[in-house]
């Protein structure tokens, strides 16, 4: 994982270690308190999913994190019980893995709320550059590798600029190296752009960004 481009990285983000720190405060308290005030919101949804199909309620992936490291991410199950083995990573459309009711959270990207466990748990922040699974962070370029250096977010500016990422990922081809060679570029960029100006100030406003792309 060490090359220039991470050394560099890992020098800049040693003078922000107190603006890391806040960070990580902030974290666990929003996550806290969003959990406590959806909690009736989330029950609900997790009995509509498991209702609506044959399945667990929560689906756990493996994704790369902080360091390079594999941990699992937890999601509402949004599809059909071993969906990863019926087709791509990648979703586009009206992927017919998808079930009913997790047509109508990911909309909403109510099926993301369950990372916040992740967030109280240490392995994802509120904010950061979006988790990869394995196969994609092995494509990576080496400038794109500081990204690791911090923990993955719920969100990020990259989510907010590709919220509608499945309209490219349509446009003809091998879906998956129109994602390598289209897709992760830019969002590489402005990850790398977001780890420039790390602050709780800076989180809070791609947070109401967030909640405003979604609605």
Request: glycine share 6%; with cysteine; charged share 30%.
């Amino acid at each position: 994982m060490k090359n220039e481009f991470t050394e560099n990285a890992a020098k800049n983000l040693a003078e922000k270690r107190g603006a890391l720190a806040a960070k990580r405060v902030f974290d666990i308290a929003v996550s806290v308190v969003i959990l406590a005030v959806l909690s009736p919101l989330l029950l609900v949804v997790a009995a509509a999913v498991k209702l609506d199909s044959k399945g667990p309620v929560l689906y756990r992936q493996v994704r790369v994190g902080r360091y390079g490291k594999d941990f699992r991410i937890y999601k509402f199950r949004t599809m059909v019980q071993d969906a990863d083995k019926l087709g791509p990573p990648l979703t586009m459309g009206r992927d017919p893995r998808i079930t009913r009711v997790g047509r109508i959270i990911r909309k909403c990207r109510i099926d993301e709320f369950t990372q916040l466990f992740n967030v109280i748990g240490g392995s994802m922040s509120l904010v950061g550059p979006r988790p990869e699974v394995r196969r994609y962070v092995e494509k990576y370029k080496p400038e794109y590798m500081p990204t690791l250096l911090i923990r993955p977010g719920v969100t990020a500016p990259s989510s907010i600029a590709f919220k509608d990422e499945d309209k490219i990922l349509k446009e003809g081809g091998d879906p998956e190296k129109i994602y390598v060679e289209k897709i992760l570029p830019p969002k590489m960029a402005l990850n790398l752009e977001y780890m420039k100006d790390i602050s709780v100030l800076n989180d809070i406003k791609i947070m109401f960004k967030t909640v405003s792309a979604v609605f």
